[in-house]
């Protein structure tokens, strides 16, 4: 184990959060210990941060108009070396495609998924831009679409969308040498009314594939044909326990690598929801334990043994030690970032 460098994301834009950009932490992946290096904030909300080659890109989240700032990584520092101003609002995920050449954002606000190229000098505009149309069964949240997130799958030839304001998860051929997506047939599945897909984790397989429903605090499980992009609905769990009569919102969830559980973060019941995979891919509840902090945005499984939680409603990046059973053995280190909002770990 070694000593790496971890960006953690922070809102750094009233309201939505009092943090300062991009922080930049010294991390011993051995202990799970952590220390702030320096941070960069030449950002404007940075939501969700991906690696493109050598690059650090971010998702500026504001309401305006979608954007994508470009980092250059050098002696622990990050150098802006462009944005790329694009349409949407709230952009709030970023999927670089396998061949490093193009790239997928959510734009939340606008319900719409813009394409983009990536070269040396960061993010090159628009490629294509996918509107979508509609609304949900919610009123409040689901009154037009709002795209959240996408996912390439273990094959590398499909794309999966959360379209959270339609409750539907959409599938697209992608060609990833010109940058293009062609629907699936069928191009989409119809998820429960009112669950609002967030978030999707593949298992390795690529068989099955998970989704965070934020709306229903549940997680759904979906067969994946990688022969024909279709996406087919096989469960849904509910990722709170029984009993529970607060309000939550599911938010994150991840497969471990060797395929043996899915994690799903509560924002609300601040908890982390595990869940035991089966033979054929179905979950069944493994239990939840405290995600150390309140609103647990996102999380990332460090190897088998170490998860580090963003918990934006109190301001802390911790992280703790899984017991490989589903369960934690406790909390390793903690560290104040306020609105801290995601990670992005610096291995070369």
């Known amino acids: 184990m070694a000593e790496i460098t971890l ?82 609002g709230l952009m709030c995920h970023l999927t670089p495609w396998p061949g490093g050449k193009f790239l997928s954002a959510a734009n939340y606000w606008t319900g719409s998924l813009a394409v983009c190229p990536v070269g040396e000098a960061g993010v090159g505009g ?30 590398g030839k499909w794309l999966v969308v959360a379209e959270l304001g339609l409750d539907r998860i959409l599938s697209y051929r992608l060609d990833a040498e010109v940058g293009t997506l062609s629907p699936a047939v069928p191009a989409f599945v119809q998820a429960p009314a009112g669950c609002g897909p967030r ?6 397989d690529g068989r099955t594939l998970y989704v965070s429903a934020e709306l229903s605090s549940s997680v759904l499980v979906c067969g994946f044909d990688h022969e024909t992009g279709a996406v087919t609905l096989r469960q849904e769990l509910p990722a709170v326990p029984a009993g529970f009569g607060g309000s939550n919102l599911t938010a994150d969830i991840h497969c471990t690598a060797d395929g043996r559980f899915v994690y799903v973060s509560n924002r609300g019941h601040d908890s982390i929801a595990s869940f035991r995979v089966g033979a054929d891919g179905d979950l069944r509840a493994a239990g939840c334990f405290f995600s ?46 306020p609105s801290v909002v995601c990670t992005l770990p610096m291995r070369d």
């Open 7 to 88: 960006l953690a994301g922070s809102y750094n834009l009233p309201p939505f959060g009092q943090g300062k950009g991009i922080n930049i932490l010294r991390y011993d992946e051995a202990s799970g210990a952590m220390e702030l290096s320096g941070i960069c904030e030449d950002t404007v909300n940075p939501s969700y941060l991906a690696r493109a080659g050598d690059l650090v890109l971010a998702a500026q989240e504001i309401l305006e108009k979608g954007g994508i700032a470009s980092y250059k990584v050098a002696n622990g520092t990050l150098t802006r070396i462009q944005t790329a101003d694009l349409p949407g």
């Open 126 to 155: 628009l490629a294509s831009l996918l509107q979508y149309e509609g609304r949900g069964a919610d009123p409040k949240r689901q009154e037009g679409p709002h795209t959240h997130s996408s996912c390439v799958d273990p094959s």
């Open 199 to 204: 978030h999707f984790a593949f298992h390795p």
């Open 292 to 337: 150390f902090g309140k609103g647990p945005r996102s999380f990332r499984l460090m190897g088998h043994s170490v998860m580090l939680i963003a918990n934006q409603g109190s301001g802390t990046l911790v992280s703790c030690r899984l017991n490989g059973e589903g369960g934690c053995d406790g909390k390793l280190a903690e560290l104040q970032i």
